[in-house]
């Protein structure tokens, strides 16, 4: 009995996407960050979050990595920049731009967990 396979069928493929490489198993998939219960006492606080570091800027603000210290996980919380913190119309654009993210639901958009404000100005809460 001569079992002929269609010839859609590609097996070469089939065994090559279901064998695991082992360079690639090696590799790191995501960076390796410390965890948020170790140093705590080395770090800023703004509220219940510890800063941790600086991981962007532009225009508007600066974006730091944080700690939600009640909730032991890892945050983004973006504040304006210094020499814009006095500007009330870029103020309410700030808070205008969270505001507008949090009333969105996409996997392609960062999610807001919280907006606030202290002596150095708003800052936004996000994943």
Do not use: C, W
Not at 83 to 98: C, G, K, T, V, Y
Request: charged share 30%; glycine share 8%.
């Amino acid at each position: 009995m001569n079992e002929e396979k269609p010839a859609d069928v590609r097996t070469d493929e089939v065994e090559f996407e279901t064998q695991l490489i082992p360079q690639q198993a090696r590799r790191p998939v995501a960076p390796v960050v410390p965890s948020p219960f170790q140093g705590a006492d080395k770090a800023a606080d703004l509220g219940n979050y510890s800063l941790r570091a600086k991981i962007g800027a532009g225009g508007m603000g600066v974006v730091y990595l944080a700690v939600d210290k009640r909730l032991g996980r890892y945050v983004a919380i973006k504040r304006l920049k210094k020499d814009l913190r006095s500007d009330n119309a870029i103020r309410r654009r700030f808070l205008h731009e969270a505001k507008a993210a949090a009333s969105l639901n996409n996997v392609h958009i960062v999610h807001i967990y919280s907006i606030g404000e202290d002596a150095d100005g708003p800052y936004i809460v996000m994943e």
